[in-house]
């Protein structure tokens, strides 16, 4: 038997957040992975520790999926309800982009038990989607279509009593994919405001995932269903572990991108809760036995998980193969040796960050993360804000003050050359077609003029431009009276100084933005995984895809799901 | 417009902010005023208060291209026969916080004003109660709510005021301000809702092949 080593207690190094100068350009926020802070993971653990009931309260669905069903979710004294709708639709009809006008299914998040009237209100309006009202009883709204292939795929061999193929359903990984999913006062939906003291909508997006749970057991409802109509008593039901294998897609496009930029507090919000719990991850001396366990165990799966990522985009292949390796040299470096010296995960992340790829890198962030959910679950407490403090501009200082904090805190935006083609060739615009938002080629294409305002980049440089000019002792607020041009780009300058990760620090109308990153660093967020690109503005996801049913939320192990 | 003018819809305070936004830039402001109109609105319609007819009334005679001129404590238009913007002006009294002129002058809908005058809190300080007043009626603004005196005060409403005052808050109040709870949901009159729209389509690019086949989808068929 070996002596136990003695080791003196060392000074630990302090370990800080990593610099937004790193954390906020776009190649890495586009290379971020789901992480236990994600928003449908937290949703997931309050839902095990709240003992939710979810109950099927109606299932009224013909042959050819058109119907109504409604799923209560009881937590604590309220109730949310999932009302949807199956629909009959005409193959070419179908299509993810915001100018559908049907869809293979819609659906609302009601607050409380809906009662007839409620249902026949929702009957003639959800099915519509935008173009119906709500009330602010509603509080999500979304629609979603098939996977075709799949379905079909799913529904044959189930109504002849076999279960699918496990290759085709991971290969593309859910049913159905969600196109929208709308909350916060759209349409006439709840206000967020409204819910927000509620505990479990507090967090970010909670009745949004809560919807989107839902409708992945609507899905999974569905198919068995229909499979038992077509094929009568010899029709299977999925068994649990190939269940599981199904998520909710969902199809997004540039629609979701405005949305990173226009909440700022919001974003720094997220982003600092991830570091925070990185750095904590980091600071752990000594790496506690269970945390190391759970590192190696996740590491070990996500080789299969990685291998089992599919993309059709040729770059994304390249990143995940290339990511693939980074696993595995990740893995020759965690030895034993590593995890009983100092800091053991610190050593980990700074050999990722010296000789992995972006996507390694990141990746290795949500393993450190992932194994130490004792010491970081907490901060998913604080990723919400409320946006109304932050809005307020403060003229009380100087010309020469602001310029300062611009030069301290946004020099990333004037070391742009805006004097380049390259770097203003773009400009994001809203199209009058079904108010989809959209990227246009500045010098190619009619509308820049009404461009909208996500070229902060562009802007903070020509207020900078501007206060060159001034005299340093004016007022900001003298300044912006004879200026008005300039409040935006001001309060924005005035919300970085106070929240350093509220920038994407690139160019959004430069020729080579990837609108995609964007949308990842969203929708990792969210807890998206299997990202997909279908071009550089277009980008499929799967969410809760290994995720527990309702009713397997109490077995044992559960919280591991991702990387089971 | 007849029978669309007369119905009724129900909007959220949310979808009065961003449709605001959208219809005062289509107006013609610039985006951080249209920020500010469109704060104004959603804070008015959160108060119960009177926003579409101001607010359509600034962007029909567009006051904002008036620059103010700021005049010891006194803010008004730089000419004579001009009118300031309430958006314009209440987005410098917002800025300057307590260090607000007492006296803006010659002012449009000045119940927009509102909005920018009340105490601001948060970040940046905890301010104490003030006032507006003009032509006979008194806002005495907290955080969160307003008390209006006398209660139906038509200039409450008025299309412009010579003299507004802003000033601390004079009385005392007997008791704890009543807090207005959030509404569910705003009533608004259908017609005025799609004069917004119309503003709000300004801002909208018309679209063509290539854009629709460019601007935002998929490379190609998405269905699968």
């Known amino acids: 038997m070996r002596a136990k080593r003695v080791r003196a207690k060392p000074v630990l190094a302090a370990i800080e957040l990593r610099a937004p100068g790193i954390v906020m350009k776009l190649d890495r926020l586009g290379s971020a992975h789901q992480t236990r802070l994600s928003f449908l993971r937290t949703l997931l653990r309050r839902m095990r520790a709240e003992s939710w009931r979810i109950v099927r309260e109606r299932f009224d669905v013909d042959a050819k999926g058109v119907g109504t069903a409604v799923y209560a979710v009881h937590v604590g004294e309220r109730v949310y309800s999932l009302v949807a709708f199956g629909h009959e639709i005409a193959p070419e009809k179908r299509t993810d982009r915001v100018i559908a006008e049907e869809w293979d299914a819609t659906f609302a998040l009601h607050d409380g038990l809906p009662d007839e009237d409620a249902i026949d209100r929702l009957g003639a309006n959800v099915p519509r989607q935008e173009a119906g009202r709500y009330l602010a009883s509603e509080l999500v709204l979304a629609r979603a279509n098939r996977s075709v292939r799949l379905f079909d795929q799913v529904l044959s061999a189930l109504s002849q009593g076999r279960q699918p193929d496990a290759a085709s359903v991971e290969a593309t990984g859910y049913l159905m994919r969600t196109t929208a999913v709308y909350g916060n006062g759209k349409f006439g939906l709840a206000d967020r405001d409204l819910i927000k003291d509620r505990p479990e909508l507090a967090g970010p997006f909670q009745a949004e995932m809560l919807t989107v749970y839902l409708i992945r057991l609507f899905t999974v409802d569905l198919v068995e269903h229909l499979a038992r109509l077509r094929g009568g008593p010899r029709a299977a039901r999925l068994d649990p572990a190939l269940r599981r294998r199904f998520g909710i897609g969902n199809s997004t496009g540039l629609g979701m991108a405005p949305f990173m930029v226009r909440h700022p507090a919001l974003l720094d919000r997220w982003i600092t809760a991830r570091e925070t719990a990185l750095a904590r991850a980091r600071h752990r001396e000594p790496a506690d036995e269970g945390a190391i366990t759970s590192f190696r165990a996740a590491l070990k799966s996500s080789h299969r998980l990685v291998a089992a990522w599919a993309t059709q985009d040729i770059e994304q292949e390249r990143r995940i193969s290339r990511l693939g390796e980074d696993l595995r040299r990740i893995e020759r470096f965690a030895t034993d040796e590593i995890f009983v010296g100092r800091q053991p995960f610190d050593a980990i992340y700074r050999f990722a960050e010296a000789e992995l790829s972006l996507e390694g890198q990141e990746y290795a962030v949500t393993l450190l993360i992932e194994a130490n959910g004792d010491i970081v679950d907490d901060l998913a407490a604080g990723m919400a804000v409320d946006e109304a403090i932050s809005f307020c501009i403060d003229g009380s200082g100087t010309c020469g003050e602001l310029r300062r904090l611009v030069e301290e805190h946004c020099a990333w935006a004037f070391e742009l050359d805006f004097a380049d083609r390259e770097a203003n060739a773009r400009f994001w615009y809203v199209s009058e077609e079904k108010l989809e938002p959209r990227l246009g080629e500045r010098f190619d294409e009619p509308g820049m003029e009404r461009e909208q305002p996500l070229a902060v980049a562009r802007d903070i440089a020509a207020l900078e431009a501007a206060l060159a000019a001034e005299p340093a002792d004016r007022s900001v607020a003298a300044f912006l009276l004879a200026q008005p041009q300039h409040r935006h780009a001001v309060r924005r300058v005035q919300i970085a100084s106070r929240r350093p990760y509220s920038e994407i620090r690139d160019n959004l109308i430069d020729a080579r933005l990837r609108p995609i990153d964007i949308l990842r660093c969203k929708l990792a967020f969210f807890g998206a995984t299997r990202f997909d690109p279908r071009s550089d503005r277009w980008l499929r996801i799967t969410l809760f895809q290994g995720a527990p049913f309702p009713d397997e939320l109490e077995s044992g192990d559960w919280d591991r799901w991702p990387f089971a | ?224």
Request: aromatic letters at 6%; a neutral charge; hydrophobic letters at 45%.
């Open chain 2, 1 to 224: 417009m007849g029978s669309l003018a007369f119905r009724l819809m129900i909007v959220s305070l949310n979808e009065i902010e961003t449709t605001v936004l959208k219809a005062a830039r289509g107006a013609g402001m610039e985006w951080g005023l249209a920020e500010e109109a469109a704060r104004a609105a959603s804070s008015l319609a959160r108060l119960g208060l009177a926003w579409e007819t101001p607010l359509l009334g600034v962007l029909e005679s567009a006051p904002w291209r008036t620059p103010p001129v700021l005049d010891g404590m006194r803010l008004r238009p730089g000419s004579a026969d001009a009118w300031l913007c309430p958006i314009r002006s209440g987005a410098f009294i917002s800025d300057l916080g307590e260090d607000a002129p007492a006296i803006i002058e010659r002012v449009l809908f000045p119940i927009l004003l509102l909005p920018f005058a009340a105490p601001r809190q948060g970040e940046l300080a905890r301010e104490p109660a003030r006032e507006l007043a003009w032509d006979g009626v008194t806002v005495r603004l907290e955080a969160g709510t307003v008390a209006i005196a006398p209660p139906r005060a038509r200039s409450l409403d008025a299309a412009r005021a010579d003299e507004v005052a802003l000033r601390p808050a004079r009385i005392a109040r007997k008791g704890e301000a009543p807090q207005r709870g959030l509404p569910a949901g705003v009533v608004v009159a259908a017609g005025r809702w799609a004069e917004l729209q119309g503003y709000e389509a300004r801002t909208y690019v018309p679209a063509s092949t290539k854009s629709r086949l460019r601007g935002a989808g998929p490379a190609s068929s998405d269905n699968d």
